[in-house]
């Protein structure tokens, strides 16, 4: 079925668009809904991937008589989206991630009606507890009526976003789904509807706002030198002028900002301690899609460019080293955990546009094969630690790290998927972090040593500050102040699991995984002419 | 060659940033991101313009002389989404005064 | 407000909607479309609003099944076309019947019963946009939060 | 401490002029080059699609999808404010 491609988005749309119907109607069945919807959709993209290993790569025009009628004049008038191997995986991985961050949401944004004030033992507080658990087993039977029916329509709407920025083959698509993907963040970060939130999300908006209206200008400079909004028939025609140039600044700067790397990672820190974690681990998601966007134009629609590729490589040792010196002198967990997240995707953008400086050789090919599949790591590492953040904000309530101690006495378990958390990211044997950070390091030392140096030393930087935090919030005694307001449940502790489990498995086996699904997303991005063949016969 | 249409969108856009980056007022940063928006949109429909051209529309047209028509079907686009993001901040900046107001 | 504000805004209420449907169904012959109309049907609710402060309640949730209803009519349109062809096809123009008047290239006075689905999805986008624009107004302009 | 508002200005200067020097290369104003799409546009649009205004059949029918995703980023705007303005507040626990 070629239809797959177009479903994959227009069904979580669908099921959105629906969603606050349902949520009228009854809680219980509304995140039965989405849960199917999520279900659903991983399903499609699993065909979906099958079908572009066994077919290559897939073009699909929107409103055509038939999907593969991409250029009817020799040149494409419709939305056309394309599918390869890599936008493929990738969107198969993600949609895995965001189905388990759903799963954990369901369990996490439940506790968040146990908001009475249990800090005091006396008789009034557990009085206002009972209260509380009857208001729930009323709002449980009844419609609901604290905003989750809206959280999870900008949840799936965030999807459609992150979905869109996989599949476009078209310049101004990219600008709505860009706008689908702020908007919905900004509602996301908003959630709590505290000020702090709302001050976060206000600037979110209008950075993004204004970012989103350069690539618009981006866009709009590109249309007026060649004609066209597709990206395939522009790197057919491109040949790289001023103009030309100018538009890909403003379009990367924007694609940049997006992904949040060194110029423009100031958003990052305050939305992702403002918004729950469901939705930070969603967030990432969008981000890594937002560098996936930026080597998709930066590579294959404006063909390889030293110079760019230069200034791409100075951002992402810039970003690794910002990244930790600024979690450095931070206190709060979430603060800290996206600032590290910043530094780890300085590693994506490092492999891939060293391997594309490097292009045509074997060390070059392995360097873009180390940054893609870093960026597998990088969701499944920084989310394990933002994951395990929130079940310690979950149950302690405390969100500076260094007022929490002692927790592994309490939550061995806890402490133990910490731990796994920190050696991961910060890349030591045998977990997956390993894996991937080495096939960087051997891959960019052929472009020069003096990367691999200082990768490595961020790398080293990075398990510094976690192995502070580690000890300062799981070791020594446990103090009076800190007490537990929530038991873990068990569906959380199952998630985090499957995390570690997967962690593992790629960590034990990266050849396999490499070889079996790296390897071909890695071809796909390489070759500029098969992206143009697939529109323009 | 630097056309006056073009540089009027220029001047919009830098205006409209400069709002954004030095105003604290919440409702003026909305002001400068609107600005913005129209500069880029200005651009994008003087960017389709022929010169003698008349509206795309069939429907009882003066000449076949006609504009081109992309730009003013992705500016409908773009306009609709800046109304979206101005409600949007509007509102967040409605409830950071009234928290502050507490 | 006065009594004659809301006499005079009750007597242009009329006008403002049949403008507002006139631009919506008239979207593939003239300048306008969905958006424009459905923001022209979205003034009375502002103006409503403004007038009648207190004295009268526009329901939220009515609103919002609209925009809903209005939202899944255009994406039902949009999969329809998928069965035969591709999504977002066209499959009602030029078929002679429902809206299927074929047109000749050139200029002429302008025939309702065309342009296959863009006359519905013209309804579908002002159905939404008219009922989003509203709830937003209802939203910040109301005078107490809901819960 | 780094002055904050000198970075600004120069970096806005900067900004602008790069801009201007832009547009200095861009085509004159009415005479635009690449119009093979708009062309085509205008040519087939009334024919293929029935409908005499080439915008709405562009909005509605060439880019459906864009138009689609517009609607879609004003129902996120509508969900965003509908969720930002409810009265009931809690703390924030993740």
């Known amino acids: 079925m070629i239809h797959f491609i177009i479903l994959i988005i227009a069904i979580p749309l669908f099921s959105a668009f629906l969603l606050p119907l349902i949520g009228k109607l009854n809680e219980k069945l509304m995140k039965f809904w989405v849960g199917l919807t999520l279900l659903l959709t991983s399903f499609l993209s699993i065909f979906l991937y099958k079908l572009i290993l066994e077919k290559g790569t897939l073009a699909y025009t929107l409103g055509a008589r038939f999907p593969s009628l991409t250029a009817p004049q020799g040149f494409p008038i419709r939305i056309i989206l394309i599918g390869d191997a890599l936008s493929g995986f990738l969107a198969l991985f993600f949609l895995f991630i965001v189905f388990l961050s759903f799963l954990f949401s369901l369990k996490i944004l439940d506790g968040y009606h146990f908001l009475d004030p249990v800090r005091s033992q006396n008789a009034l507080a557990e009085a206002q507890r009972k209260q509380a658990l009857l208001e729930i087993s009323k709002s449980l039977t009844r419609k609901t009526s604290n905003g989750v029916d809206k959280f999870y329509t900008l949840y799936l709407l965030l999807l459609v976003g992150i979905l869109g920025f996989l ?3 078209d310049f101004f698509t990219l600008f709505v789904f860009y706008e689908i993907n702020s908007i919905a963040t900004t509602g996301l970060i908003a959630f709590f509807r505290n000020k702090e939130c709302f001050k976060s999300a206000f600037h979110y908006l209008a950075v993004f706002a204004v970012g989103s209206l350069f690539l618009l200008f981006g866009v709009g400079l590109l249309y007026s030198e060649y004609g066209f909004l597709n990206m395939a028939i522009i790197a057919k025609n491109i040949q790289f002028s001023f103009l030309d140039k100018v538009a890909l600044s403003f379009i990367a700067s924007a694609l940049i900002l997006k992904a949040g790397i060194f110029p423009f990672y100031f958003w990052k820190p305050e939305a992702y301690n403002a918004s729950p974690v469901p939705a930070v681990i969603l967030s990432i998601v969008s981000s890594l899609s937002a ?12 063909g390889l460019n030293i110079i760019f590729g230069q200034i791409l490589i100075l951002f992402s040792l810039l970003s690794i080293f910002a990244g930790v010196f600024l979690a ?7 603060r800290i955990l996206s600032y590290l997240a910043i530094s780890e995707l300085g590693y994506v953008v490092l492999g891939v546009s060293s391997g594309f400086l490097m292009s045509n050789t074997e060390s070059g090919f392995k360097a873009i094969e180390g940054g893609l599949f870093h960026m597998v790591n990088d969701i499944l590492d920084v989310g394990l630690l933002f994951l395990i953040a929130g079940i310690i904000l979950y149950i302690s309530r405390v969100r500076n790290a260094f007022e929490i101690r002692g927790f592994a006495r309490k939550h061995p378990i806890l402490a133990g998927f910490f731990l796994f958390g920190v050696l991961a990211i910060s890349g030591l044997p045998p977990l997956n972090g390993f894996a991937s950070k080495m096939m960087i390091y051997e891959s960019v030392f052929h472009l020069s040593p003096v990367l691999t140096i ?21 070791l020594g005694a446990p103090s009076e102040e800190n007490r537990d307001y929530q038991v873990i449940p068990k569906v959380v502790i199952a998630i985090v699991s499957i995390f570690i489990i997967l962690m593992f498995s790629i960590g034990l086996f990266p050849k396999q995984f490499v070889t079996s699904f790296v390897n071909p997303a890695a071809k796909a991005l390489i070759s500029q002419q098969n992206y143009i063949n697939s529109v323009i016969h | 060659m630097i056309s006056f249409i073009f540089l009027v969108t220029i001047l919009l856009i830098v205006i409209g940033t400069s709002g954004a980056m030095f105003k604290r007022n919440l409702i003026k940063i909305v002001m400068s991101v609107n600005i913005v928006g129209a500069g880029v949109n200005l651009f994008l429909i003087a960017l389709g313009y ?4 008349v509206a795309p529309i069939f429907t009882n047209a003066p000449s076949l002389n006609m504009v081109s028509p992309t730009p003013q079907a992705l500016i409908l686009t773009s306009i609709v989404i800046n109304l979206a993001v101005t409600a949007l901040l509007l509102s967040l900046a409605v409830l950071i005064y009234k928290e502050k107001e507490k | 407000m006065s009594k004659i504000v809301k006499i005079v805004s009750l007597i242009t209420l009329n006008p403002i909607i049949i403008f507002g449907l006139y631009i919506i169904s008239h979207g593939h012959l003239t300048p306008g479309g969905g958006f424009q109309g459905g923001v022209i049907v979205a003034s009375i609710a502002i103006l409503i609003l403004v007038v009648f402060e207190n004295d009268i309640n526009l329901s939220k949730n009515l609103f919002s099944l609209f925009e809903s209803l209005g939202l899944i009519f255009f994406i039902t349109l949009a999969f329809l076309g998928t069965f035969k062809n591709t999504f977002f096809y066209n499959f009602l123009a030029n078929k002679f019947w429902f809206l299927g008047k074929t047109i000749h290239f050139g200029i002429n006075q302008g025939f309702l019963n065309s342009g296959g689905v863009i006359p519905l999805m013209n309804l579908a986008v002002g159905i939404e946009v008219a009922s989003a624009l509203s709830l937003i107004a209802v939203l910040i302009m109301s005078k107490k939060k809901y819960d | 401490m780094v002055n904050f508002k000198k970075i600004k200005i120069i970096s806005l200067v900067f900004f602008s002029t790069f801009l201007v020097l832009t547009i200095s290369f861009l085509h004159p104003f009415g005479k635009p080059q690449a119009v093979e799409m708009d062309n085509y546009f205008i040519k087939n649009a009334q024919v293929q699609t029935g409908s005499n205004n080439v915008v709405s059949s562009i909005v509605f029918d ?22 930002i303005l409810m009265k009931k507040k809690y703390e924030q626990n993740s």
Request: proline content about 0%.
């Open chain 1, 454 to 474: 200082i990768a490595i030393l961020g790398s080293i930087l990075v398990l510094a500050v976690l192995v502070k935090i580690f000890a300062s919030i799981f």
């Open chain 1, 328 to 334: 450095l002198r931070e206190n709060n967990l979430k």
């Open chain 2, 50 to 53: 022929r010169s003698g051209g």
């Open chain 1, 167 to 169: 599949f476009t083959a």
């Open chain 1, 291 to 302: 560098l996936y966007v930026l080597f998709r134009i930066s590579f294959d629609v404006f």
């Open chain 4, 62 to 83: 060439y880019r459906g999808l864009d138009t689609l995703g517009e609607s879609t980023v004003l129902f996120t705007a509508v969900m965003g404010i509908s969720l």
